[in-house]
């Protein structure tokens, strides 16, 4: 006579899936730990300094934490708490460096705004481009691509950094193209609207910088 047993994978909540609170105490850390590193690097050398120091460099980590996560919303509320996490850690080590000036208070909180209504975005776009279906895929694979072309747009335009431009432009292309595979070869029927899609939303994320960002920035 044999006895049935039960595995652990077997019964919700007993499985190798970290918990709902791991998930959130890891995503916080990386992100304090992100902040502060983006401080640390300052002076640095350029190309450490712009690594870290980057809006894109935010957000698309924001984007990879998405996609590791099982769950859509639990991806979505990482995303907000990965970046005010980011911002937490960046403007406490700008404390302790002594570096933290009367327009800080302002500043960050404009950032820590901006992070709480961009991460839930780009969360839920790194989920859906891992796990999601249908034509939704490919608007969040633009979505991500969005972010580094629009920067690109930025550092030229804007900034006269047209070196340090022409290297963001270079990988948001390359970006978008790996992303418009990838959706080409899960079979996507309309997985070329990533390709299309990407410059019109980095023209709409370099338009929000100088419209929103950097005019509120300016006046705190």
């Known amino acids: ?44 050398t350029p190309l450490l300094e712009r690594a870290t120091n980057s809006v894109s460099t935010w957000i698309l980590w924001t984007a990879a934490a998405g996609a590791l996560i099982r769950g859509r919303s639990l991806a979505a509320w990482c995303g907000a708490l990965m970046m005010l996490a980011t911002c937490g850690g960046y403007y406490a080590a ?12 302002g500043t960050a909180a404009v950032w820590s705004v901006a992070g709480l209504a961009g991460g839930p975005l780009l969360g839920w776009a790194g989920w859906t481009v891992r796990r999601g279906r249908g034509n939704v895929r490919a608007v969040a694979g633009a979505v991500i691509a969005m972010v580094v072309l629009g920067e690109g747009l930025w550092l030229g335009l804007e900034l006269r950094y047209w070196t340090e431009a022409a290297v963001f432009l270079a990988v948001g292309v390359l ?46």
């Open 1 to 44: 006579m044999t006895t049935a047993t039960t595995s652990h994978r077997d019964v919700p909540g007993t499985g190798t899936a970290p918990g709902t609170g791991a998930v959130l105490a890891a995503t916080a850390a990386f992100g304090l730990l992100l902040g502060w590193a983006t401080y640390a690097l300052h002076g640095t």
């Open 94 to 105: 700008s404390t302790l460096g002594d570096d933290f000036g009367a327009g800080g208070l």
């Open 175 to 220: 970006l978008t193209a790996f992303l418009t595979f990838r959706l080409a070869r899960s079979r996507e029927p309309r997985f070329w609207w990533c390709a299309v899609l990407a410059p019109v939303f980095a023209v709409a994320f370099y338009c929000a910088e100088k419209l929103v960002l950097d005019s509120l920035i300016g006046t705190v």
